[in-house]
């Protein structure tokens, strides 16, 4: 037996060498080799690196939180979602509990504002009569200081002005008459303007609580019809048979109508809710009558308005002639005090003239008595006479002159003072008034400014809160049907507010609120809150980004580069790229971001331990394709790309294959090439662009030479 196994092992071993010398045995028949004839051509050479990456997203669409909220459902991480898709859902209560009470508080921000506004036109009056009081004691302050500083003309001009005075009187009177009577006419508009108004608002609030209680109504009937088995419309009267005791809005007293029913008795003495069916035609019927009659008060309010308007400038203008009448005859005053000032001096200028006259017909006298008694005609006792005569009228001259010194005497210095003094006082007091004036003025405007500020904030936050809600919009809605109806001359401009919320409604019934949907398709990705991804149940704020969208048409192609050639890339280098997987799709590109720092090839790839080898990641921008097919890349897919590193226009080439290395060479060019089939083995100048092309410097190889490249088969 053992020999039979050892000879059929040494024939195994004889056939196994026969096939292997037949194997190397010289054939006749092998292929000979062929020679291509290769030409010289001029053109563009590119040298490019290539490396196969991957296709990765980039500049996911965030989708945020719209408002704060509980999520109730959060789609699973890392599906496939089509535009319009649910991405989550958030319970709204506490939003639109939010909305209701930025309703409040702006229906109170616009009360204070109403009440700050009223508070500033009282404030107003009160300090501009401050200011008038003390710009008036100025005024008579600057007047008494002028009067007690100007020296007066004399003569006859306390005659002329006063002459001057009495037309300019007569002027200033016939004025004021036709001002009062203009003022009493305007006075009389304006009252009964506020009669209007008061009446006019009177029919707006009992309006309102009309249309309060109707849509009280209203959310009854909706209620009891919303509840199954609950009494609808009639109900009251199967409970409550035989009696009429049902709310009423009957007419009050003066012809006003009460909007708020009167809730009926039952037998035991509980209240008894009015019944929508019974109420609202009531109600209706009472709110239509209100309503035809706010018409007619609008517009006696509007014919009152306009009477009073025609008035105000005919009253403005004659107040002002007033006021111009007032100061020309206030300025003549004035002059003439200034001459009734100087009048005692000029009474003593007259006096001492006429003393000096009696003096010198005292002293003609004496001199004709001397004569005479000097002629023994007159008597030495008639001489005396005459000479007290004389010297009691220069007496009086004496003290004449001595008043006419003193009153030409100017005022002291301690009068003029005081009145400098007074005037500075007025002064200041005006202007101190200005001040407080101007303070506290621009306090209750800073007030009314925040609570513009405030109304605005909310005013914007509601238009962006309510607006997304049918339940709020619906709101809105209702309410600005309610200001058509009390507001008719603004029916216009709240016709096409009410058609803008209509499309919003409609908007917020197709695409709700709470729940966000894909603008596009992508891959969603669920953002994590810490280590897990968000979850149903989870509290998240308004802004909060916990969904992206990464689109297949915003993909980028990364690739990894061996560390050897890494340092012959840059940031703007161009790309083609190919995508196996869709058909070889071409594509074209630009590098974007070459990794500063490298990482082992195993990173990330799950395979265990160090491969010794450094790559650098390389991100490349794909630029969008005529075909349209871009929204077909899928995150992980293939891409082939080709780095273009240099690129050599209009030189002479020839490809690698037709270069052959010259064994032995001494001189620096070691390349050549076969100038004929077979033959020698010719130097050449140039070098090698990339993996696939030779550039030629040498002028005895000019485009169109031939060269041979050989081809051997089956090698």
């Given at each position: 037996?053992?020999?039979?196994?050892?000879?059929?092992?040494?024939?195994?071993?004889?056939?196994?060498?026969?096939?292997?010398?037949?194997?190397?045995?010289?054939?006749?028949?092998?292929?000979?080799?062929?020679?291509?004839?290769?030409?010289?051509?001029?053109?563009?050479?590119?040298?490019?690196?290539?490396?196969?990456?991957?296709?990765?997203?980039?500049?996911?669409?965030?989708?945020?939180?719209?408002?704060?909220?509980?999520?109730?459902?959060?789609?699973?991480?890392?599906?496939?979602?089509?535009?319009?898709?649910?991405?989550?859902?958030?319970?709204?209560?506490?939003?639109?509990?939010?909305?209701?009470?930025?309703?409040?508080?702006?229906?109170?921000?616009?009360?204070?504002?109403?009440?700050?506004?009223?508070?500033?036109?009282?404030?107003?009056?009160?300090?501009?009569?401050?200011?008038?009081?003390?710009?008036?004691?100025?005024?008579?302050?600057?007047?008494?200081?002028?009067?007690?500083?100007?020296?007066?003309?004399?003569?006859?001009?306390?005659?002329?002005?006063?002459?001057?005075?009495?037309?300019?009187?007569?002027?200033?009177?016939?004025?004021?008459?036709?001002?009062?009577?203009?003022?009493?006419?305007?006075?009389?508009?304006?009252?009964?303007?506020?009669?209007?108004?008061?009446?006019?608002?009177?029919?707006?609030?009992?309006?309102?609580?009309?249309?309060?209680?109707?849509?009280?109504?209203?959310?009854?009937?909706?209620?009891?019809?919303?509840?199954?088995?609950?009494?609808?419309?009639?109900?009251?009267?199967?409970?409550?048979?035989?009696?009429?005791?049902?709310?009423?809005?009957?007419?009050?007293?003066?012809?006003?109508?009460?909007?708020?029913?009167?809730?009926?008795?039952?037998?035991?003495?509980?209240?008894?809710?009015?019944?929508?069916?019974?109420?609202?035609?009531?109600?209706?019927?009472?709110?239509?009558?209100?309503?035809?009659?706010?018409?007619?008060?609008?517009?006696?309010?509007?014919?009152?308005?306009?009477?009073?308007?025609?008035?105000?400038?005919?009253?403005?203008?004659?107040?002002?002639?007033?006021?111009?009448?007032?100061?020309?005859?206030?300025?003549?005053?004035?002059?003439?005090?200034?001459?009734?000032?100087?009048?005692?001096?000029?009474?003593?200028?007259?006096?001492?003239?006429?003393?000096?006259?009696?003096?010198?017909?005292?002293?003609?006298?004496?001199?004709?008595?001397?004569?005479?008694?000097?002629?023994?005609?007159?008597?030495?006792?008639?001489?005396?006479?005459?000479?007290?005569?004389?010297?009691?009228?220069?007496?009086?001259?004496?003290?004449?002159?001595?008043?006419?010194?003193?009153?030409?005497?100017?005022?002291?210095?301690?009068?003029?003072?005081?009145?400098?003094?007074?005037?500075?006082?007025?002064?200041?007091?005006?202007?101190?008034?200005?001040?407080?004036?101007?303070?506290?003025?621009?306090?209750?405007?800073?007030?009314?400014?925040?609570?513009?500020?405030?109304?605005?904030?909310?005013?914007?936050?509601?238009?962006?809160?309510?607006?997304?809600?049918?339940?709020?919009?619906?709101?809105?809605?209702?309410?600005?049907?309610?200001?058509?109806?009390?507001?008719?001359?603004?029916?216009?401009?709240?016709?096409?507010?009410?058609?803008?919320?209509?499309?919003?409604?409609?908007?917020?019934?197709?695409?709700?609120?709470?729940?966000?949907?894909?603008?596009?398709?992508?891959?969603?990705k669920v953002r994590r809150e810490g280590d897990r991804q968000k979850l149903a149940g989870d509290q998240v704020w308004q802004a909060d980004p916990i969904i992206e969208v990464f689109a297949p048409a915003n993909m980028e192609v990364v690739v990894r580069v061996n560390e050897v050639n890494?340092?012959?890339?840059?940031?703007?280098?161009?790309?083609?790229?190919?995508?196996?997987?869709?058909?070889?799709?071409?594509?074209?590109?630009?590098?974007?971001?070459?990794?500063?720092?490298?990482?082992?090839?195993?990173?990330?790839?799950?395979?265990?331990?160090?491969?010794?080898?450094?790559?650098?990641?390389?991100?490349?921008?794909?630029?969008?394709?005529?075909?349209?097919?871009?929204?077909?890349?899928?995150?992980?897919?293939?891409?082939?790309?080709?780095?273009?590193?240099?690129?050599?226009?209009?030189?002479?080439?020839?490809?690698?294959?037709?270069?052959?290395?010259?064994?032995?060479?001494?001189?620096?060019?070691?390349?050549?090439?076969?100038?004929?089939?077979?033959?020698?083995?010719?130097?050449?100048?140039?070098?090698?662009?990339?993996?696939?092309?030779?550039?030629?410097?040498?002028?005895?190889?000019?485009?169109?030479?031939?060269?041979?490249?050989?081809?051997?088969?089956?090698?």
């Amino acid at each position: 037996m053992r020999k039979r196994l050892r000879i059929a092992l040494a024939a195994g071993v004889l056939a196994a060498g026969s096939i292997v010398a037949a194997a190397f045995r010289p054939n006749s028949l092998e292929a000979q080799p062929t020679w291509e004839p290769v030409p010289v051509e001029t053109g563009t050479v590119v040298d490019r690196l290539r490396e196969t990456g991957t296709l990765m997203p980039r500049d996911p669409l965030i989708v945020a939180v719209p408002f704060d909220g509980k999520l109730q459902w959060v789609i699973e991480d890392s599906t496939w979602v089509q535009p319009g898709e649910p991405l989550f859902i958030i319970n709204d209560v506490d939003e639109l509990k939010k909305v209701g009470d930025e309703r409040t508080q702006l229906t109170e921000a616009g009360q204070d504002r109403e009440l700050a506004k009223l508070k500033r036109e009282q404030a107003g009056d009160t300090e501009e009569r401050k200011v008038r009081k003390a710009e008036q004691d100025r005024t008579i302050e600057q007047a008494r200081s002028r009067i007690l500083t100007t020296k007066e003309v004399g003569g006859l001009e306390l005659v002329r002005l006063d002459a001057e005075l009495v037309p300019l009187e007569a002027t200033t009177t016939t004025v004021r008459a036709r001002y009062e009577t203009a003022r009493l006419a305007w006075q009389q508009a304006q009252d009964a303007f506020i009669d209007r108004l008061d009446e006019w608002q009177d029919h707006q609030d009992l309006l309102l609580r009309l249309e309060n209680r109707l849509d009280e109504l209203t959310q009854q009937e909706k209620e009891a019809k919303a509840k199954p088995g609950s009494a609808g419309a009639g109900g009251l009267e199967k409970r409550k048979k035989g009696k009429d005791n049902l709310g009423s809005t009957k007419p009050a007293e003066g012809g006003k109508s009460n909007a708020e029913p009167v809730a009926a008795i039952g037998a035991n003495g509980g209240d008894i809710p009015a019944d929508p069916a019974v109420e609202i035609p009531k109600v209706v019927a009472e709110r239509n009558e209100v309503r035809a009659k706010t018409e007619t008060v609008q517009r006696d309010l509007s014919t009152a308005r306009t009477q009073r308007d025609t008035l105000t400038p005919n009253k403005d203008a004659v107040e002002l002639d007033l006021a111009a009448a007032e100061s020309a005859e206030r300025e003549l005053r004035i002059r003439i005090e200034i001459e009734k000032r100087g009048l005692p001096a000029t009474q003593l200028r007259l006096d001492a003239e006429l003393t000096r006259l009696s003096v010198d017909e005292a002293e003609r006298r004496l001199n004709d008595g001397q004569a005479a008694f000097n002629a023994k005609t007159l008597s030495q006792v008639a001489i005396d006479d005459l000479v007290a005569a004389r010297d009691s009228i220069r007496t009086q001259l004496t003290i004449v002159t001595e008043r006419l010194a003193l009153a030409d005497r100017p005022v002291s210095a301690e009068g003029l003072a005081e009145a400098a003094a007074r005037l500075s006082k007025a002064e200041q007091a005006a202007a101190n008034a200005k001040e407080v004036r101007d303070r506290n003025l621009a306090i209750l405007d800073q007030e009314r400014a925040v609570l513009e500020a405030k109304i605005a904030r909310l005013t914007a936050s509601l238009a962006v809160r309510a607006r997304r809600f049918p339940s709020t919009i619906e709101q809105e809605i209702s309410a600005r049907e309610r200001d058509r109806s009390l507001k008719p001359e603004l029916a216009a401009q709240i016709e096409a507010e009410l058609m803008q919320l209509r499309a919003d409604l409609a908007k917020a019934k197709a695409t709700p609120p709470h729940i966000a949907v894909a603008a596009v398709a992508g891959l969603v990705k669920v953002r994590r809150e810490g280590d897990r991804q968000k979850l149903a149940g989870d509290q998240v704020w308004q802004a909060d980004p916990i969904i992206e969208v990464f689109a297949p048409a915003n993909m980028e192609v990364v690739v990894r580069v061996n560390e050897v050639n890494v340092a012959r890339l840059a940031k703007g280098m161009r790309v083609t790229a190919e995508i196996p997987a869709l058909g070889r799709l071409p594509r074209v590109g630009i590098i974007t971001q070459v990794a500063g720092v490298g990482r082992d090839k195993n990173d990330g790839s799950g395979k265990k331990g160090q491969a010794g080898v450094t790559q650098f990641d390389v991100r490349i921008n794909l630029e969008p394709g005529d075909d349209h097919r871009d929204g077909d890349f899928r995150q992980g897919m293939t891409a082939l790309v080709a780095i273009e590193l240099q690129r050599r226009e209009h030189v002479r080439w020839l490809p690698r294959a037709a270069i052959k290395r010259i064994p032995g060479s001494t001189s620096d060019n070691k390349s050549g090439v076969r100038r004929t089939p077979g033959g020698p083995v010719t130097p050449v100048k140039g070098g090698i662009v990339g993996t696939e092309a030779f550039v030629i410097d040498d002028a005895s190889l000019p485009e169109g030479t031939i060269v041979y490249v050989e081809r051997i088969p089956n090698r």
